[in-house]
């Protein structure tokens, strides 16, 4: 099993356990282009640099600490068998390890992961992995597993709070030093359970002292935010889970410590901006992207001031986005540019109400997406959801101005999450 480790413990990853992590991982991890990016380069008037991490060959950076924590355990250990709970990104690492390795894994997911992430999970596994379903939440699934491994003697690979797995993910940095040809002036990287920022930062700190290095959370699941702000570890008691890849409602206790001392900037990002970020990276740089593989370069608009003329580099996390979500994407971008919006619609119950609706009410681009009307006989109105897209968002007034004006104005939506839920 995993050792747990104390809030005020005081592991810190060292560049030389880095650097053997490095050559240790060097004949499975793809070296990442450090790739410069014209479009936010232009954008935000600084050199702007992307860390592809999610070309490596599980389509994210995870391969790098899983494969070095399993790759550094005893023969007694290997030959018992590893254990994880992951649902994505970590379990493709872990599996991927286990094949290349031939170590017999056992890969906890809940039963609710899409079945695309399971199919990729077992097909880098190959015969030497075991996918097991358990449980409606990862939470479920990280104590079945930990059950399991206890019963049979085997290793748990977390995927984060373990010294061999940071230290893996540690070794981003020394390739973005490698790869660099000018000073790095930022970093901005994803954080959920803090691995990857406890890894990078420290050998940034220790070769590179001057980059300012920032954190980046969704801002539905702020768990380091929340513990730094307290000074000790926090447990969110619910969290947006959205952004898959950096939803946790507790990162690591050692990467806490880590990050405590090591980060100059914790930044929380809307949901709805990452969405738009993806989109982004799609239509204008053809790059497929995670939610928290976006939510680096989605950050940026929180500095543009102070990173005119800098070197900045954002950390590409991964690129396992499911493309049965892409409408919820687009909603979800919608709703944040205010350009998407809900309304219970009171119609009259006469003919032809539809059509005033339409001519007088509706703005020459606006545009009904979503219409729920069921006639109620015997009564003067009838409600209708609908959903209104906008061109621009100084339309809403407006149009809201002329629904009331026109008596058919009911009740907006988009601020009301517990009907809302239903719709997104």
């Known amino acids: 099993m ?26 499975v991890v793809i070296k990442t282009p450090l790739a410069p990016s014209f479009t936010y380069s232009h954008r935000f008037d600084a050199n702007i640099f992307l860390k592809r991490e999610d070309l490596q060959q599980v389509r994210s950076y995870k391969i790098r600490g899983a494969y070095n924590k399993i790759s550094s355990l005893s023969i007694e250990q290997l030959e018992k068998g590893v254990i994880c709970a992951s649902a994505g990104n970590h379990a493709q690492g872990v599996a991927f390890a286990c094949n290349k390795l031939q170590v017999k894994g056992v890969i906890y997911m809940p039963g609710t992961t899409p079945r695309q992430k399971v199919k990729q999970t077992e097909m880098f596994g190959g015969q030497w992995v075991e996918v097991v ?134 930044v929380t990002v809307p949901e709805g901006k990452i969405c738009q970020t993806i989109l982004d990276l799609y239509n204008q740089d053809a790059i497929v992207v995670e939610p928290a593989g976006a939510m680096a370069i989605c950050a940026l608009d929180f500095f543009a001031d102070e990173i005119k003329g800098k070197n900045v580099v954002c950390v590409v996390s991964g690129s396992n986005n499911d493309i049965t979500r892409t409408a ?25 109400a539809l059509k005033e609706f339409v001519a007088k009410v509706l703005g020459p681009n606006d545009d009904i997406t979503h219409f729920e009307y069921s006639k109620k006989h015997h009564r003067e109105n009838g409600p209708a959801v609908v959903g209104i897209e906008l061109n621009d968002p100084a339309d809403f007034k407006p149009l809201v101005k002329r629904m009331k004006a026109k008596n058919f104005y009911g009740e907006y939506l988009n601020d009301k999450p517990n009907l809302f839920q239903y719709l997104v």
Do not use: W
């Open 133 to 266: 379903l358990k449980g409606d939440t990862f939470d479920d699934s990280f104590k079945n597993a930990l059950k399991h491994g206890e019963k049979y003697g085997q290793v748990f690979i977390h995927p984060f709070d373990d010294e061999k797995v940071i230290e893996g993910q540690a070794t981003i940095g020394l390739e973005i030093i490698e790869q660099a040809t000018e000073p790095i002036d930022y970093v901005l990287a994803p954080l959920g359970g803090g691995g990857l920022l406890a890894g990078l930062s420290s050998v940034f700190k220790e070769l590179s002292p001057n980059t300012k290095i920032i954190g980046i959370e969704p801002e539905g699941a702020p768990s380091m935010t929340a513990s730094l702000k307290k000074g000790k570890l926090v447990e969110l008691e619910n969290i947006e889970r959205f952004v898959d890849g950096a939803a946790v409602q507790k990162v690591g206790s050692r990467n806490f410590a880590i990050c405590k001392e090591n980060l100059d900037k914790m």
């Open 328 to 352: 919820e994407i687009k909603e979800r971008a919608l709703l944040y540019a205010g350009l998407k919006h809900y309304f219970v619609v009171s119609f009259p119950q006469r003919a032809g």
């Open 2 to 27: 995993g050792t747990l480790v104390a809030e005020n413990q005081t592991y810190r990853p060292k560049l030389t356990d880095v650097k053997e992590a490095a050559g240790r991982i060097s004949n």
